[in-house]
């Protein structure tokens, strides 16, 4: 999953573009989802997971229901096309820079 580190995926919410990439603890957390959360996520799957993102659709975006590590202050969710899997995709605020990765894959939404 290293080379998704370098990966950044471009999505449409609310007719504004965000940019999407991957992180070291975000990959983690996906990885420990192909074993559990997401059912329909498969280990092979993961060397294609930018690809995935790009073509999902956007569903809603909401603030936390609990208190997070690491600044997370939103999270964004994406209905994969083919599959019945969601993207949730977390935004960290550090002042006056917004960035957006990848922070697990799930079957459902709450």
């Known amino acids: 999953m290293r080379p998704l580190l370098k990966k950044r995926v471009t999505q449409k919410v609310g007719g ?3 940019v999407v990439g991957f992180s070291t603890a975000g990959n ?10 997401a ?6 799957d993961l060397k294609n997971i930018d690809k995935a993102l790009a073509k999902a659709a956007y ?5 936390l229901s609990k208190p997070r590590k690491a600044g997370i202050s939103k999270f964004y969710y994406f ?3 083919g599959k019945r899997l969601y993207y949730n995709v977390a935004e960290v605020r550090r ?7 990848l922070y697990s894959v799930t079957d459902k939404l709450k």
């Open 59 to 63: 569903v809603k975006s909401a603030p």
């Open 95 to 101: 002042g006056k820079t917004v960035s957006r990765f």
């Open 16 to 18: 504004e573009d965000i």
């Open 28 to 37: 983690r957390h996906i990885y420990s989802d192909t074993f559990g959360r």
């Open 39 to 44: 059912k329909g996520l498969k280990k092979d």
């Open 79 to 81: 209905k994969d096309c």
